[in-house]
């Protein structure tokens, strides 16, 4: 178990990179991918300035901080997209029995799957969110301090990872309803536009269920009230985005048992 857990980086990589070169045989057809994925990605981000265009603050956060909870919702799953969001066409392989090539391989079948037909061109959407981070930041005034710092950057790695676990979720789910791919986006893509928004418009149950149900809410707003110095809604502690971390193993943990859950389930299509 220890050497497969020392080897899986280095497989992942491995199929990675096959993908890449692929990708990268056509080197105008990727770029043009690749520009077209921000442009697609930063229309969000153009519907909010237009909306301050009318505005100067939404739920108590100016443009420059609605700027700054934007890029991280963007990048953490972003990220997550690039190097998990593959696992969500196992529904296919699982419907046409094609999964049974990678339980007979080598490699572990999650990395298989993740690695999957890996799309270079969604880097774009990280990129693109890089870039408004770099906006937000030069127009908000924060007080930083060591805490805002780790907290910030902790933020993009922990909410990648959170994101990523749901991903995985995801895929897990469709080994017992097959076609569900778009239940699972309902909860990534749906989470990023959600938590692109402070969290505070919308109804408490929304912030309760999104804290305590699935923690949307860890990825970035949380972590982003922390490093701003507001306070946290539902009367919970300031402090509390400094638990993403914790969440973030937890839904990886949670991710795991049901990914290994899904394995033992599958049958096959006989054919």
Known sequence: MVERLRRAPAQYWMLVLMWIRSSLAYPASFVLMLFSSMLLTVTDFVAIVLMFSHIDTFGGFTIGEMALLYATASMTLGIADLFTGSIERVGERIRTGSLDVYLIRPVPTFLQTAADGFALRRIGRPLQAGLVLALALSNVHIDWTAA????????????????????????????????????????????????????????????????????????NYYPVLFVLGKPAPLGLPSWIGLLSPLVAVAMVALASLAWRGGLRRYRSTGS
């Open 148 to 219: 805002r710092i780790v907290m910030l950057v902790l933020s993009v790695i922990t909410g990648s990872i959170i994101f990523a676990a749901i991903f995985v979720l995801g895929a897990a789910f469709q080994f017992l309803a097959i076609d569900s791919a778009e239940l699972a986006n309902s909860f990534t893509y749906g989470g990023q536009t959600l938590t692109q928004y402070p969290l505070a418009v919308f109804g408490k149950e929304i912030v309760w269920a999104v804290t305590f149900l699935v923690p949307l809410a860890f990825v």
